[in-house]
């Protein structure tokens, strides 16, 4: 079964970019079957989905955070990754990667309203401190 | 703010039903399916239903969705001690260029 595991530094400085990497086991990035996406959940609080990428490198990003975020994806080491530009204390939270299952596409093109995230990696806390 | 809503908090005995509602508008969930996760304490989000009343393999038939126009309801029957975590609502919203979006999450407790 596919397993994800999120990895990369706990702390990072204000103004400073966050890096995180997901690795994904017993399944392929490559697989045209799914996007794969990064949730982050500030200490208590709900979820914020922040983007997605698909094996091609097609990427769509929250809004509200599109100017600070980049995900990529390294096809060769079965990975995909996550950078937040001129973070801040607010962007303090527990990262996700997610495998997102494309419940429909047709004609070349999936919509993500059919789509649903399963499985979850186990997140990992990033602080942004000084 | 979340653009979903849901009650922050929700209760039960053991053997009871409860039901958590998500209200959302015409962009979300008036016009997508909804899905639910379960996050039990410490651990990561689980897919508990999707495609608005579809349950994956595994997780028991006392877990139920429905949607009606802008809002959904999760059901639990038979209520179990297991069952205490946080649920969430989402949906696709199809406003500005397309987002995912959340509720609040709300926290089943089981007396």
């Known amino acids: 079964q596919v397993q994800l595991q999120e990895s990369g530094p706990g702390l990072v400085k204000p103004s400073e970019t966050l890096s995180l990497t997901c690795t994904v086991s017993?399944?392929?990035?490559?697989?045209?079957?799914?996007?794969w996406s990064w949730i982050r959940q500030p200490p208590g609080k709900g979820l914020e989905w922040i983007g997605y990428i698909y094996y091609s490198g097609s990427t769509n990003y929250n809004p509200s955070l599109k100017s600070r975020v980049t995900i990529s994806v390294d096809t060769s080491k079965n990975q995909f990754s996550l950078k937040l530009s001129s973070v801040t204390a607010a962007d303090t939270a527990v990262y996700y990667c997610?495998?997102?299952?494309?419940?429909?596409?047709?004609?070349?093109?999936?919509?993500?309203?059919?789509?649903?995230?399963?499985?979850w990696g186990q997140g990992t806390l990033v602080t942004v401190s000084s | 703010q979340s653009v979903l809503t849901q009650p922050p908090s929700a209760s039960g005995t053991p053997g009871q039903r409860v039901t958590i509602s998500c209200s959302g508008s015409?962009?979300?969930?008036?016009?997508?399916?909804v899905y639910w996760y379960q996050q039990l304490p410490g651990t990561a989000p689980k897919l508990l239903i999707y495609?608005?009343?579809q349950r994956p393999s595994g997780v028991p038939d006392r877990f139920s969705g429905s949607k009606s126009g802008t809002s959904a309801s999760l059901a639990i029957s038979g209520l179990r001690s297991e069952d205490e975590a946080d649920y969430y609502c989402?949906?696709?919203?199809?406003?500005?260029?397309?987002?995912?979006?959340f509720g609040g999450g709300t926290k089943l407790t089981v007396l």
């Open positions: 017993g399944g392929s990035v490559s697989s045209g079957s799914y996007y």
């Open positions: 989402a949906a696709w919203d199809d406003s500005l260029s397309g987002r995912w979006v």
């Open positions: 997610a495998r997102e299952v494309l419940g429909y596409c047709s004609g070349g093109s999936c919509y993500p309203g059919y789509n649903w995230f399963d499985p």
């Open positions: 015409s962009s979300n969930i008036g016009s997508n399916y």
């Open positions: 495609r608005n009343n």
